[in-house]
């Protein structure tokens, strides 16, 4: 009777976006996998993100999907060309999950529902015989000889080699509370500080109540400070105490390590001042016994004219044909460029994703093994890795995860 041959116990923690994809891809007859995660659901994040509907991929090209990664791109070139953004549509399509492509190439489940995507994941590990053991938060972690001893909140395993997929820093409610980095940190490993990403930008200004209903479309925000300056156009929204929307989140993932910035709003990115100077000079030429509240009015939509008004200054109640040509300047101006005052970014446990992690000089790109410590690898957003919005965050989980998964199937 011949031998059988010892499986490999490969221990993975987390069962999010990263972990299962890892897990399904890694199990072989060679390979036992388990999945430990202290939630009693998979893909507790996975099951809000894109609004609940899961905006799993962007629909571009490896060049283009690089060029919206914030954190650390080249890292990433081996991983997303191995499992690129076709393969996931791929993927998903040929596993009973089908996905259509929205604006912006944001690829969703055609059911608009992330319950789905998370569904074909699970179905998947168990079609592979992947363990997964829930409510266990991991604790501590040892390496003995070869072997890993992973200590739960009240049961042990041990593993040949253990993946480490915990997720960032925001939301913790979702389970990703940051222990990850404490574990990366216990094996020698450098972690980059953490920052808020994708995140609400807090302003001084005081937001009113008609503001937080209002979608101001098509403007452009700009940062800048002595060497750094960005312009985002697209939309954006109103908290109280801070600005959000599309370009706001993307603006902060590309400050969050710089000095403090001004922000400045353009509300008319499409006119140019020539062009804004003739349309004022019409408004005020066709409405001379108007007052500037109602020029405003013509040009911003009106939930946002009082604040408009509140901070510039502008005497609202002059009327048009008292409008000075330096009057009509410096409504302009202001037109142009509205001052937000920064105060700080969100806190991290706002951000979609969390910017810094497991420094990736000390992985390799091509495993997602550490570089420090054998049998050890990292997955998905503990790493030092981030993007803008669009599916890329998710993407970036997937993709790492099944690097890692062929690294170990051999
Ligand atoms: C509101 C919101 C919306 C988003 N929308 C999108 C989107 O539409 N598209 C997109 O691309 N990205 C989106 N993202 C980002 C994306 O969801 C994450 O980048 C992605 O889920 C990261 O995958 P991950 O596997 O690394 O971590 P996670 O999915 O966070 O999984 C980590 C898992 O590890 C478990 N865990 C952590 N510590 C332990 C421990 N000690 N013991 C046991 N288990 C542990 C957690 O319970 C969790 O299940 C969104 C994020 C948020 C918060």
Redesign the pocket.
Known sequence: MGETKKKTRIIC???????LFFALNCASDDNEIIL????SK?????Y???KGR???TNNCDVKEFIANVVRNPKFLYSAIHRFSPADTIAFFNEHGCPLKTERGNRVFPVSDHSADIIDCLVKECKKNKVKIIFD????EIRKEKDQFHVICKDREFAADKLVI????R??SS????G??YRFAKQFGHRVVELKSALCPIRVKERINREMLKLTLKNVSLSAKNDRFHKTIFGDMEFLPGSVTGPIVLSMSSLINREDPVELSLDFKPALDDEKLDKRLLRETENNPNKNISYLLTTLLPKEICAFFIENTGIDSDLALNSLTREKRKELLDHLKHFRLSFDRLEDIDKG??TSGGVDVNEIDPRTMESKICDGLYF????LDVDAL?G???????LSTGYSCATALKG
């Not at 430990?36 to 939630?39: E, F």
């Not at 998979?42 to 996975?46: I, L, P, S």
């Not at 266990?136 to 604790?139: E, G, L, N, R, S």
Request: with cysteine; glycine share 22%.
């Open positions: 923690i987390g069962a999010g976006a990263s972990g430990i995660d202290s939630n998979a893909g507790r994040k996975m809000i993100s894109g899961c905006n799993i266990q938060k991991v604790k997929a915990t997720g960032g925001s939301y979702t389970g990703s509370t222990d990850g979609i994703v997955i998905g957003e503990v919005t599916g890329f965050n998710l993407q970036i989980a």
